[in-house]
């Protein structure tokens, strides 16, 4: 359990009911991943795409759970050719040998169309209709000109229960992250940026953990708000247990926590910084993984 640090940035009070716990139900899954020529870039000497192959072999191994799944990849058979996205891998029963053999197939080549891979992905699942989730893994952001911000709205504006995460993987210094970002954040998913193989497994056990949209961990609070003001907090789903509140700066890690408070209610209300800029409001289980998370601009 993290332990609460004591700065006085962020002042949280929870008052209201306690939010309902539910059965969890896991909805149909399609992992689309980056296979594109920067994939071959190395962490301490390892491919992204071979721990990303690694990780991803090792979590349908361990799944427990019955469960309807799929594989989509692009950038991995042409080198400039923005229609270069597949569906590898049929929603069907997880079969853990097929999937392994299917994702150790890919190798790194073109270029990065996630903004239509992210919607082929959502139409396959029938997300207008059924529980659906996408989970993209990408060590870039958008090259062949998809506006992922629009698609992000455009998902949120049909769907009927879906949640799409992001995993920005070695993500880049410099980067504009905002598209991804979006994807998740308008869509009940998280974003989180691992640069190991460890981080890497631990965040697609939390995304796969969530269950459906409707009783994922819900975080949300007005975009701006004024130095020193009052900022109303608003969480929803199935809490985790022992959940946090963090304030952190835009972009930070939660190590880099400006105060933190324990989260126990439906409502909070939050005091922005002092300080203007940009923040992010970030609800944390107990071994400190994102569950959700709220941008927070104070001016």
Same mark, same amino acid.
Request: with cysteine; hydrophobic share 40%.
């Given at each position: 359990m993290?332990?609460?640090?004591a700065?006085?940035?962020?002042c949280?009070?929870?008052f ?7 059965e ?8 689309v991943?980056?296979?594109?020529n920067?994939?071959?870039?190395q ?5 992204k795409?071979?721990?990303a192959?690694?990780v991803?072999?090792?979590?349908t ?9 799929g594989?989509m ?5 042409r080198?400039?050719d923005?229609g270069?996205?597949?569906l590898v891998?049929?929603?069907a029963?997880?079969?853990?040998d097929?999937?392994g053999? $299917?994702?150790?197939?890919l190798? /790194?080549? %073109?270029?990065t *169309?996630?903004t +239509?891979?992210?919607?082929?992905a @959502? ?59 979006a994807l998740?954040?308008?869509n ?12 890497l ?14 009783m ?5 609070a ?20 022992g $959940?946090?509140?963090?304030?952190v /700066?835009? %972009?930070a890690? *939660?190590?880099? +926590?400006?105060?933190?408070?324990q @989260?126990n209610?439906e ?12 923040y ?18 104070v001016?």
């Open positions: 993290r332990k609460p640090i700065i006085a940035a962020l949280i009070s929870a209201g009911g306690t939010l309902q716990a539910q969890t139900t896991y909805p149909d899954t399609i992992i991943l980056d296979v594109s920067s994939m071959w870039g962490i301490d000497g390892v491919a795409i071979s721990i192959q690694d991803i072999s090792e979590l191994t361990d799944l427990q759970e019955p469960i309807q799944f594989l990849a692009y950038g991995h058979r080198k400039t923005c270069d996205i597949e891998l049929p929603v029963p997880m079969d853990a097929a999937f053999r $299917a994702v150790r197939s190798s /790194p080549t %073109g270029r *169309p996630l +239509a891979a992210v919607q082929q @959502a139409e396959q699942l029938n997300y207008t209709e059924t529980s659906a989730r996408v989970i993209l893994i990408s060590d870039g952001i958008e090259s062949c000109e998809g506006d992922p911000v629009a698609l992000a709205s455009e998902l949120a504006g049909n769907a009927l229960d879906l949640t799409v995460h992001v995993i920005g993987f070695d993500l880049q210094d410099g980067v504009d992250q905002d598209g991804l970002r998740a954040m308008q009940h998913g998280l974003f989180l940026t691992p640069d190991t193989a460890d981080q497994k631990s965040n697609l056990d939390t995304m796969m953990d969530m269950g459906s949209a409707k994922a961990p819900g975080l949300s007005p975009e701006t708000g004024s130095a020193g003001a009052d900022i109303p907090v608003m969480l929803s789903g199935m809490l985790p247990e $959940a946090e509140l963090v304030l /700066p835009f %972009g890690s *939660p190590r880099d +926590a400006l105060s933190t408070m @989260a209610g409502t909070a209300m939050l005091t922005a910084p002092a300080a203007s800029g940009r992010q409001i970030l609800l944390l289980d107990s071994d400190g993984m994102v569950a959700a998370s709220s941008g927070l601009t001016q």
